[in-house]
Every structure is written in C-alpha cells, then in structure tokens.
C-alpha cells in the first residue's frame, strides 16, 4: 500500500504530480509520501495491540531527518548503528529512552557518547564490546542498558548479502555464549543486562525463519530465568520484505504479529522491533529524466540522469525496482535495458525490461526506492549527491537539498608541494 497513483495519467504522490517536483527542483530526486511512512508504522504497530512494542525504526533505512520525525511524532523510537545514526535520530526527536545501538563495530567514542547521551539499549555483540562498554560506564560513571545479540544460525533474507543470522556471519554471539555474557553481565555495577536481540536479515519472504529465530529467543530468555538471571526485555529486530514487484506478496505485519504473539504466548516480557524496509521502502520514489535513447542491433538502451551513485541496489543486489513513466500512455510496450551514466556496465538498473515507448526528457520513476535508497547514495563520478522531498497532501519541501559538485570541491585542497 503506498500514495502514489495515476490520476488522469500523471503520476502523483499523495496529492501533487511528482512532474512538478520534477521540473522544480531538477533531477534525479527522491520523493517520499508522508501518509505512506505513517500508514505503514500505525500498521505494524496496531497489529500488536494490545500489547505496546517499542517500534524502533531502522534508521539505516532512510535516514533523513524529515522521515525520522514523520515517524518519532506517531511514537516511533530508532535503531541506530552508529554515533551519526544516534545524532540524526536526536535531532529528528527521537527521546533516547527509544534509540537502541546496534552494529558489529561500535567503537569506545561511539559508546560513550550512547552512554552519555542515556540510550534505551546498545545491544551487545561480543565479549570484548561488553568488556568496553563496563569500561566507559566505569571511567565516566553513567548507567548502561545492554542486550546481548545472538546469533541463531538461522539464515534468512532476499540476497546473500542482506542475509545477517547464520553462524559464519559477523553478527552476535552463540546462544551458549549470549548466556555466558548475560551472566557475567548482570554482575557489572553499572551496567544493566535486560535480555538478549537477534537479527537474521531483510527482506525476509518466509516467517519460518523468523518464528524459528524467536523460538530459539524464547527458550534462551526461559534458561536465563532458570539460573536466576532477569532478563526483561527481547528485541526481535528488523527484516520483514516488502513487495517490489508481482511476485507472491511477503507475510503482512499482522501475520507477523500473529506469528510473534504465538511464540511468545504466556511469556511475560517487554518486546521491540527493528522495521526499517517495511516501513520506508514503498513510501520513496526515485524520480528520474530519460537523457536519450539508444539504438544497437541486439539492443535498445534507455540513458537516464539517475545512476548507481543514486540507487546502487540493482547493482549490488541484483535488487528489482518497478520503472512507471511519470505520463501514462497508451499500452504500446518496448523492450529496453535502462542504466545510467556511471562509466561502468554495473550502472544497469534493468535489461530487457517491457516498457512504455520513452525519449529524451521524458520523466520516470524508479519505485519502492524509499528504502536503502538515499542513504546508500554517494558522489561517485562526482555526480552531486541526489535531493529528497518530503510531501504531506498537496504539499512538498526539499529535506535535503542537492550537493553541488563545488561544495564537495571546497572539502579538497591541493597540497602545498
Ligand atoms: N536491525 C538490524 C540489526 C539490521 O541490521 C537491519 C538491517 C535492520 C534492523 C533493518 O532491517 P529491515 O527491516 O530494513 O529489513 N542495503 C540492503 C539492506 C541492508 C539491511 C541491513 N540491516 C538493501 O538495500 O537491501
């Protein structure tokens, strides 16, 4: 479910046609739907009522600060993996008693700064982290909330790459040792071990991983209280899939909560969750001008301004994304590969797609690029880093205005030899 729809052949987001934004502020540029992030956060939120998740948002996903207060206003927190992460979700008004700290390499500058700060949770990734993290609490004297990641040697997602929960990944600890260090965590004067959190992947079609995930979650929090250990809180984090195009739809937030709900029946503990594709992928377009068109003998090839420095998933992922004209026309189609101007052939968002009839200046938009879009963007080929707009109904704002070629000039200098 998403804003943006055909109306009398142009296509809008929410209630303006994205040719004006186009035409406004120039392209590439993505686009996101505030009534799309707001929908899909209350969706997923709902499906757990009565029961109230702390819902914390991937900010990894989207990281503009217009989208993250969109979402912290309906009650959001955020998952943060990062110091910048933490500074991003603060100033979008995140409160810190939302924001976890995840990531496999949080440094002690970082950690400090999330202790300082009174993060909900940094969760915990090895022995020598937590060892860290006892150090700064003790040299600065504050409180830190932890959880221990596991790692359930449960595989799952759409792309080896994005796939984070088999045992040889870089990511958490073996159940046996989660309970090793929750133990010897709970001993630390000033750090509080609340319970343990897994994360296997994205872009995850199948709950069976996930369930089997949570089970492993469950049994390991049940063990922890069999030793007399507390253990308060699980965080489930992230991974749900979102449809890119027409293949069979990925299980919706409410059978995920259903799934959720069984796993944990009867179990009294705090949950949380890490949704960042789920809630930010549909609701982002990324807005594109057809340079020109190119004739070969074995092919046609369609030049767009927009490359893989602005979207690098087909390139990295061999990820699809859904390509509509911003003008319907008839139902004539073409076969084109479309690729941008990046001088590498990996700057292919698709071979032998069917499209409509499309030439120089006319506008595209590639879909479902709201997520791991913008903010895996970079300035490759010195291409000025890509825009974002935020619209809310009939209006829009630049959130993130372009980067010229000259300001990423001015952080250079030529050396004085
Ligand atoms: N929590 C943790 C610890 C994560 O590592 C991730 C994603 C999430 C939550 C959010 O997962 P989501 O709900 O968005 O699936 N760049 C890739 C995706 C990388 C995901 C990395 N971790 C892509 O474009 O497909």
Redesign the pocket.
Known sequence: MNHFDYRDGALFCEDVPLEEIANAVGTPVYVYSSATLERHYRVFKDAFAPADPLVAY?V??NGNIAVIATLAKLGAGA?T?SAGEIQRALAAGVPPERIIF?GVGKTEAELAYAISVGVHQINVESIAELDMIERVTALHGQRAAIAIRINPDVGAG??DK?S?GKSGAKFGVSVADALALHARASKMTLVDAKGFAV?IG??IKDLGPLENAFRVMRKLAEDARAQGLPVKRLDL????GVPYFNEPEPPSPSAYAAMVKRVFDGFDIALSF?????IAANAGVLVSRVIRQQARPANRILVVDAAMNDLI?PAM?E?FHDIKPLRRGGDERVVMDVVGPVCETGDTFTRARDLPPLDAGDLVAFMTAG??GAV?ASTYNARALVPEVLVRGDRYEVVRRRWKVSEQLELEKLPEW
């Not at 984090?237 to 749900?240: A, D, E, R, T």
């Not at 890490?274 to 789920?278: C, D, N, Q, S, V």
């Open positions: 991937a990894k996903a998952d993996v995840s759409g792309h994005i984070t994360h994205s872009q984090g992230g991974g749900l890490e949704p960042g594709r789920l998933r992922y990820a997520a791991y895996m």
